[in-house]
């Protein structure tokens, strides 16, 4: 009759693999800014997983690498389906790794600048990384932000006030 109900906590890896899976599903091609541009599959993938593994920067560091891990480890698996564990070591994860410094220290080396100067430059540098285009257009930037960036980090900030209110498992 009387009792205590405990409210069910949230997967962390739920949360996680959510946020991953639903920045993948971000068909940016959509934009009129991308439609003539080929995309590199690769460097999206490695541009997305940057984006998300720095959406959750708030989290404290515990919690914040094991997302991240959970979210490699997905990548690779998913990767794992087109390429072998050589290729997969050879061609992969030295673009992951690369592109995670490169866009990481691009943000934070430029942070005394104003933050959007700072994010407009990141940008810049993935467009021209996942289109291939040498001087990529203010429009293919700011459509990169907007519909990559914009919500990938709106998600880390959802994870990151769940995580403070204690709804997810970890």
């Known amino acids: 009759m009387f009792g205590i109900r405990r409210k069910k ?3 962390y890896e739920d949360v996680v693999l959510d946020a991953m899976n639903d920045a993948m599903a971000i068909d940016i091609r959509s934009s009129e800014a991308f439609e003539a541009c080929t995309l590199n599959t690769l460097e999206a993938v490695a541009a997305l997983y940057w ?3 720095f959406s959750f920067s708030n989290l404290p560091t515990k919690k914040r ?9 997905e990548l690779l698996a998913w990767f794992s389906v087109d390429y072998s564990p050589g290729e997969i070591a050879r ?3 030295p ?13 934070e080396a430029r942070s005394s600048d104003a933050s959007n100067s700072t994010l407009m430059r990141t940008f810049a540098t993935i467009v021209k990384n996942v289109f291939a285009v040498s001087e990529p257009h203010v429009a ?3 459509g990169a932000i907007l519909l990559w960036w914009q919500p990938t980090q709106q998600r880390g900030k959802v994870i990151f006030e769940m995580d403070a209110k204690g709804e997810i498992a970890w």
């Open 9 to 11: 906590l949230i997967s």
């Open 51 to 53: 984006m998300v593994e």
């Open 65 to 73: 690498e094991q997302a991240g891990t959970l979210v490699l480890d």
């Open 91 to 93: 061609l992969v994860m």
């Open 95 to 107: 673009v992951l790794k690369k592109r995670s410094v490169e866009y990481g220290s691009s943000l």
């Open 140 to 142: 293919q930037v700011a």
